[in-house]
């Protein structure tokens, strides 16, 4: 049995998927299997991926209609066989070493669940941009508090750890049918449950170019894991004195979302979430610039961002 099961969702991957795939096959640690899990993709995908896994026993295809890259991982966690698992998107990759990190962080911090490294965003000509992070150890070590990592970039995305998967399972997996934020709400209720251990070490490349993303498809409008319904049950299952940062967090979740929003020429759903998100104090001034971005014209908005040199 291996020691980790690699899960990778593709769907509509064909210029991507040797790249991610091919990182898993150039990892240092050899105890691992490969689960692809093609989400009713079209554009030839499964022809490219045949060729790459042909002759390896311990890679396989699964196929099914779409239904999203929820649906996808967790039919993945169904059909893995190892007691860890990671999540690669079909257009990220990994170091040759992102493995053997996670593994010995495993080692050092055995009790934890999830164990993590640094990841960089990779934009349009391959810029690399570093995240702006919140609230995690200089070198290697333990988040004490999740919650306190509001106001900078999640310190855990899909392709930057291994899981756990029992603990994943219990938490109840990834979140299906939504298009917005189901990794955020699955990390989050996994912090109420486990500890994260994280390597200062950068070892995930997230390609934030790519066509389809979950966070910019324009028929994005609703935003269901934000709604007040969802924060007062998580509210429900932590201590008294954490909840002010859960609502820190969550507001900050729904700034996130609103320049989403705006982005894509919502205004309407952006000052919807902004309205929720009013009362909190810590974030009152990117409140406030968030709220002029939504009301002002946008010829308007990038005519003061050229007059002085940002807004």
């Not at 079209?42 to 396989?60: F, N, Q, T």
């Not at 999830?114 to 570093?130: A, F």
């Not at 189901?182 to 209720?189: A, F, K, P, S, V």
């Not at 993303?213 to 269901?224: G, V």
Request: charged share 25%; proline share 5%.
């Amino acid at each position: 049995m291996p020691l980790v099961s690699v899960i990778i969702p593709m769907y509509n991957s064909r210029q991507t998927i040797a790249r991610a795939v091919g990182s898993v096959f150039e990892q240092t640690v050899a105890d691992w299997e490969l689960v692809v899990v093609d989400d009713g993709s079209d554009d030839g995908s499964d022809r490219v991926l045949e060729e790459l896994v042909s002759g390896h026993h311990w890679a396989s295809v699964i196929r099914q209609a779409n239904a999203g890259a929820s649906a996808a991982r967790n039919r993945g966690m169904e059909e893995a066989n190892a007691g860890l698992v990671a999540f690669l998107d079909a257009d990220d990759q990994w170091t040759p070493d992102f493995l053997e990190t996670v593994l010995g962080l495993r080692e050092r911090f055995s009790d934890c669940s999830l164990w993590g490294t640094r990841y960089l965003l990779v934009g349009p000509h391959g810029l690399r941009l570093t995240p702006e992070w919140i609230g995690l150890p200089e070198s290697e070590g333990v988040i004490e508090n999740y919650l306190a990592t509001a106001g900078g970039s999640p310190p855990v995305v899909s392709g930057s750890a291994i899981i756990a998967k029992e603990c994943l399972l219990e938490a109840g997996g990834f979140p299906e049918g939504v298009r917005w934020g189901e990794d955020l709400d699955t990390w989050l209720r996994l912090s109420l449950r486990c500890h994260f251990a994280v390597s200062p070490h950068f070892c995930h490349l997230c390609y934030i170019d790519r066509p389809g993303r979950m966070s910019l498809r324009p028929q994005l409008r609703e935003y269901p894991l934000l709604t007040l319904e969802v924060e007062r049950a998580y509210a429900e299952k932590i201590n008294l004195l954490r909840r002010h940062e859960l609502a820190e967090y969550f507001h900050w979740l729904r700034l996130t979302a609103a320049g989403d929003s705006m982005r894509l020429g919502q205004r309407k759903t952006a000052r919807g979430l902004l309205e929720a998100a009013k009362t909190t104090e810590r974030f009152r001034a990117a409140w406030r610039r968030a709220v002029l971005k939504s009301i002002i014209p946008g010829w308007l908005m990038r005519l003061i961002t050229i007059v002085r040199g940002g807004f």
